[in-house]
């Protein structure tokens, strides 16, 4: 079933110039997903469970959204005190930990949606704390209601933290449409979900991959026959994390196989060395722990 994303183009709203020219970055790599395992989802996506949210983004209320969000990073909470007084790192982490879902063997996961907000995504031990982020967020959503979806604020948030601090914005797009449950991330995992798209893609994929050597009959219990190992279609290797175990491969301080395991678990997500070097290195250099 689909749905039609609503994109709405910003090409005069942009933080820097090139934005607009290629399209919408989050579209990437989606036009052929009809061929592809589960295609029918995420960016055209089930009605049946709650795909909505509109967009207002006249120049004053994406300018009003913009300051709100500016003010909130340095107005320190005591649930949750700002380190060094300023909320942008964690801003860029919720962000990052939004799109970061997102998987190129079949376009699950992503920011589209906003399910970070909902198990099982929410619930991801990758994701400890962000709860606090979106409920800083908050009063921002419900002050603009329908105007912008939880999804876009994310990913807007993020690009504030960043620009706010100094830094650089290739620019913003929005449409991305709010889901109303997590129902959409089940097949990202661990679920029985996850199990049946490992089971499709073996069956349409038999030559081309190593999934065949996953004890498939243990999917609905575990996700790959080792956690820590997964492989395509998955978008981790390791389920429950974003992308890889922080502490080294299963767990193992080993810079020698980090760097190859990091290579072929980001180019899961479509990114290449560069852009993998400038998430990870310029990412973790915010934030009071780095």
Same mark, same amino acid.
């Given at each position: 079933?689909?749905?039609?994303? *609503?994109?709405?183009?910003?090409?005069?709203?942009?933080?820097?110039?090139?934005?607009?020219?290629?399209?919408?970055?989050?579209?990437?790599?989606? $036009?052929?997903? &009809?061929?592809?395992?589960?295609?029918?989802?995420?960016?055209?996506?089930?009605?049946?469970?709650?795909?909505?949210?509109?967009?207002?983004?006249?120049?004053?209320?994406?300018?009003?959204?913009?300051?709100?969000?500016?003010?909130?990073?340095?107005?320190? $909470?005591?649930?949750?005190?700002?380190?060094?007084? *300023?909320?942008?790192?964690?801003?860029?982490?919720?962000?990052?930990?939004?799109?970061?879902?997102?998987?190129?063997?079949? &376009?699950?996961?992503?920011?589209?949606?906003?399910?970070?907000?909902?198990?099982?995504?929410? +619930?991801?031990?990758? *994701?400890?704390?962000?709860? $606090?982020? !979106?409920? !800083?967020?908050?009063?921002?959503?419900?002050?603009?209601?329908?105007?912008?979806?939880?999804?876009?604020?994310?990913?807007?948030?993020?690009?504030?933290?960043?620009?706010?601090?100094?830094?650089?914005?290739?620019?913003?797009?929005?449409?991305?449409?709010?889901?109303?449950?997590?129902?959409?991330?089940?097949?990202?995992?661990?679920?029985?979900?996850?199990?049946?798209? !490992?089971? &499709?893609?073996?069956?349409?994929?038999?030559?081309?991959?190593?999934?065949?050597?996953?004890?498939?009959?243990?999917?609905?219990?575990?996700?790959?026959?080792?956690?820590?190992?997964?492989?395509?279609?998955?978008?981790?290797?390791?389920?429950?994390?974003?992308?890889?175990?922080? +502490?080294?491969?299963?767990?193992?301080?080993?810079?020698?196989?980090?760097?190859?395991?990091?290579?072929?678990?980001?180019?899961?997500?479509?990114?290449?060395?560069?852009?993998?070097?400038?998430?990870?290195?310029? +990412?973790?250099?915010?934030? $009071?722990?780095?």
């Amino acid at each position: 079933m689909g749905r039609t994303c *609503n994109l709405v183009r910003l090409a005069s709203f942009a933080l820097a110039a090139g934005t607009a020219s290629g399209g919408c970055p989050f579209l990437s790599g989606q $036009k052929d997903l &009809g061929s592809r395992i589960g295609g029918e989802r995420l960016l055209s996506g089930n009605n049946d469970h709650g795909h909505g949210g509109g967009a207002d983004y006249s120049r004053e209320t994406y300018e009003a959204i913009q300051a709100d969000i500016v003010s909130m990073f340095v107005d320190s $909470k005591d649930f949750w005190p700002a380190d060094f007084g *300023n909320y942008g790192p964690l801003f860029i982490r919720l962000a990052w930990h939004c799109a970061g879902s997102y998987r190129a063997s079949d &376009g699950r996961g992503g920011c589209d949606g906003g399910r970070i907000r909902f198990f099982p995504e929410h +619930g991801w031990a990758d *994701n400890t704390n962000l709860d $606090k982020a !979106l409920t !800083l967020l908050q009063p921002i959503k419900l002050k603009y209601g329908d105007a912008i979806s939880w999804a876009d604020l994310i990913t807007l948030t993020g690009d504030m933290a960043i620009s706010s601090m100094g830094g650089p914005i290739l620019g913003f797009c929005a449409g991305r449409q709010d889901d109303d449950s997590g129902y959409d991330s089940l097949e990202l995992g661990p679920s029985p979900e996850q199990a049946r798209v !490992l089971v &499709g893609w073996q069956l349409k994929f038999p030559a081309t991959t190593t999934v065949n050597k996953i004890h498939l009959e243990q999917e609905a219990t575990a996700p790959c026959a080792v956690n820590g190992t997964c492989e395509l279609p998955l978008g981790t290797s390791t389920v429950g994390l974003i992308y890889v175990n922080p +502490g080294g491969p299963m767990g193992v301080p080993d810079p020698e196989a980090s760097a190859p395991e990091i290579r072929e678990v980001f180019a899961r997500m479509g990114m290449n060395d560069t852009e993998t070097v400038a998430l990870i290195g310029g +990412g973790h250099a915010f934030g $009071k722990s780095h």
